[in-house]
Every structure is written in C-alpha cells, then in structure tokens.
C-alpha cells in the first residue's frame, strides 16, 4: 500500500474514534442531566432482554428491539432541542415553545411506536 492511503486511512480511523469519543461524551452528559433520558433507557435495559428471549421470528425481534431504540434516538433529539434552545434564550417565546414541544411529540410519538409494535407482534 502507497504512503498516501495509509495517511488518509489513519486520518479516517481517527475520525472514527473521535466521533465515538463525542457520542459517549453526549451519552454521559445525557445520562447525567436528563430523568427522562434515564427513565427510558430503564425501560429500554428491562425491555430489551425480552425482546431477545421471545420465540419470535428474527424481524420480529429486530423490529422489538429498534423500536426501544428509536425511543433513546427521540430522546436525544428531544434534548438537544431543549439544550439549543436554552442555549440561545431562557426567555419565554412562542417558537421556543413550539420547537420544544415538537420535540415532545417525537418522543410521545416514539412510545406509541413501541406500543403498537409490541402489542402487533406479541398478540398476534
């Protein structure tokens, strides 16, 4: 292999590592500010063993599984609006508020994902 390739294949590792070094960064600083953050992955950490141990087909336990992970993702984007947000004012206006509540809806929305995918595979 030429010099070249190494050094942008080195360059691309790093990268890597330092995207995995800022994603536990943000799953500490998420884990350690946000309850509601916590509370899910509790029922994330409960449900998905269940998921796993269910005789389900293969896409069934994938679909059980992402859809408690698609839970953690609104979560997060939730968060991160709510940081940004306060970030860019504490005062109350009307597009903050909506901004934060649509974030809610993500995650409202979320649940209910993870109900109907849950009762759909489960009950039937």
Known sequence: ??????????QGIKRILHAFKFSYDGFVATLKSEPAFRQDLAICVVLAPIAFMLDV??????????????????????????????????????????AKDIGSLLVLMAFINAIVTW???LMF
Request: glycine share 0%.
């Open 1 to 10: 292999m030429n010099n070249k390739y190494m050094q942008n294949l080195m």
């Open 119 to 121: 009762c759909a595979i």
């Open 57 to 98: 087909t293969s896409v069934q336990r994938v679909l059980l599984f992402s859809s408690l992970m698609f839970i953690l993702f609104a979560e997060c984007v939730n968060t991160a609006i709510e940081t940004i947000i306060d970030r860019i004012s504490m005062n109350l206006h009307s597009l903050s508020k909506k």
